[in-house]
């Protein structure tokens, strides 16, 4: 793909989530091996103001890379996906509706769209195998046929498994994460599904929370992967080496500046620490009862980003 083809849909989307990851003062590479984070600290609550843009305001980005608006007029655009027909599907979450951007000519502007699915739940990761598309919603993983050429939807939604449900939910220490994301291995013969946890403290007492599942095509399997991911809500398979990488929304309430959020490849059955700990052997002492035995097993991911950056989703580029 050129540079500047590089489509951004709405100056909210997710595609330059990970933009933060280029500058060496916001990322750390680890090599998997310990490292040293600042203590603890109480959290201050400074949250964003929403602001028009100025005029002539652009992104920061990568040299060679350009940023425009390629469709606007979305209630939450959270998740893209190309299809194979190069049409753009857009996961509108709050709206719960899935669109399909047509930009034909790759003009760089969506020439037209159409609502692929309507009355949605929070949909958010989407995936494609042969003739369907794999949407995940707040409670369930379903798929719809389609047609590959002009990414027209052929049948009523199926639902192949329930998902935990995000429930709403109220105090320091919960969060509703209704994130479900989906990606395809590169033979397509698994689907990876992430779910993640309300709370900062605890698995809520559900063992299908924190993890990432790898399903068959019909998910009537679907084994766990790896556990102790608070909310992987992105990730990808490597096109190259076919691993699993996710970028992860770690837990708050420890202060500014820990724990970072961060970006890993995914070991098949590995342990990424919560709620016990968080980048490898940090112990989170909040939470009871302690599991000394699982703080030591905790794997120290990748790429560290700071704390609470939210990154959403990735891509691989050459």
């Excluded at 790759?106 to 037209?112: D, L």
Aim: proline content about 9%; glycine content about 8%.
């Amino acid at each position: 793909m050129a540079a500047a083809g590089l489509a951004v849909a709405g100056l909210v989307a997710s595609a330059l989530a990970l933009a933060s990851a280029s500058s060496p003062a916001h990322a750390q590479l680890t090599g998997g091996r310990p490292v040293s984070l600042p203590a603890p600290s109480a959290s201050l609550n400074n949250p964003a103001k929403i602001v028009a843009p100025p005029a002539g305001f652009s992104p920061r980005v990568p040299p060679g890379f350009v940023v425009s608006v390629f469709a606007s007029g979305f209630a939450e655009p959270r998740w893209l996906a190309v299809a194979p027909s190069g049409d753009l599907f857009v996961a509108d979450s709050a709206a719960g509706r899935i669109v399909v951007l047509h930009d034909p000519e790759r003009a760089g502007t969506a020439q037209s769209r159409e609502i692929f699915a309507d009355g949605l739940a929070q949909p958010f990761g989407i995936a494609f195998r042969g003739g369907f598309v794999y949407v995940a919603e707040q409670d369930g993983l379903d798929r719809f046929r389609f047609d590959a050429k002009t990414s027209r939807r052929l049948s009523a939604k199926e639902r192949l498994r329930a998902l935990p449900p995000a429930v709403a939910v109220s105090g320091p220490n919960l969060y509703p994460h209704w994130t479900r994301a989906l990606a395809f291995s590169r033979d397509g013969s698994r689907l990876f599904v992430s779910v993640g946890t309300k709370s900062n403290l605890a698995l809520d007492d559900d063992p299908q929370r924190a993890l990432i599942e790898e399903c068959d095509p019909d998910a009537r399997a679907c084994p766990v992967f790896a556990r102790g991911l608070r909310n992987a809500v992105g990730i990808a398979v490597h096109p190259q080496t076919g691993r699993l990488w996710a970028a992860v929304n770690e837990r708050g309430g420890l202060g500014d500046d820990v724990p970072p959020d961060y970006l890993t490849e995914v070991r098949r059955g590995g342990f990424y620490g919560f709620p016990f700990a968080y980048v490898g052997a940090h112990e989170d002492a909040r939470v009871r009862p302690r599991r000394p035995d699982l703080v030591a097993k905790a794997l120290v991911p990748d790429l560290l980003l700071t704390a609470h950056a939210s990154p959403l989703q990735l891509v691989f580029y050459e």
